[in-house]
C-alpha cells in the first residue's frame, strides 16, 4: 500500500511553497501546526494540488482546513490513499 510519509511531506512542502532559511522542518515538526512552521494555507493548497495531481486523489476541502498540523494533514492523505487502494 502506498503511504505518505513525513519526510515526503517535508519535500514536497519546500518544493511548492519553497523554503526560507529560517524554515526549520526537521526534527519532531509532527504535531506543530503549519502557521508555526513558516507555512500558510496557500503553501498547503499548492503541496495539496500536487498530491492530488501525483497521487491520483481528491481533497475534502474542509477536511484540509480542519488539518492544521503535519500529523493531521498525513493521515486525511493515507486515508484518501488507503482508500483509492482499496477500489
Known amino acids: ?17 519553497g523554503e526560507e532559511e529560517w524554515t526549520d522542518l526537521e526534527g519532531d ?22 498530491i492530488e495531481r501525483d497521487h491520483g486523489i481528491t481533497f475534502d476541502e474542509e477536511a484540509i482546513d480542519e488539518a492544521e498540523t503535519p500529523r493531521q494533514y498525513l493521515d486525511l492523505v493515507n486515508e484518501l490513499l488507503s482508500a483509492r487502494a482499496a477500489v
Open 29 to 50: 515538526i509532527l504535531d506543530t501546526p503549519f502557521l508555526d512552521l513558516g507555512y500558510d494555507s496557500l503553501a498547503i493548497l499548492q503541496t495539496t494540488g500536487r
Open 1 to 17: 500500500m502506498e503511504r505518505l510519509e513525513l519526510s515526503d511531506l517535508v519535500t514536497l512542502l519546500r518544493e511548492c511553497a
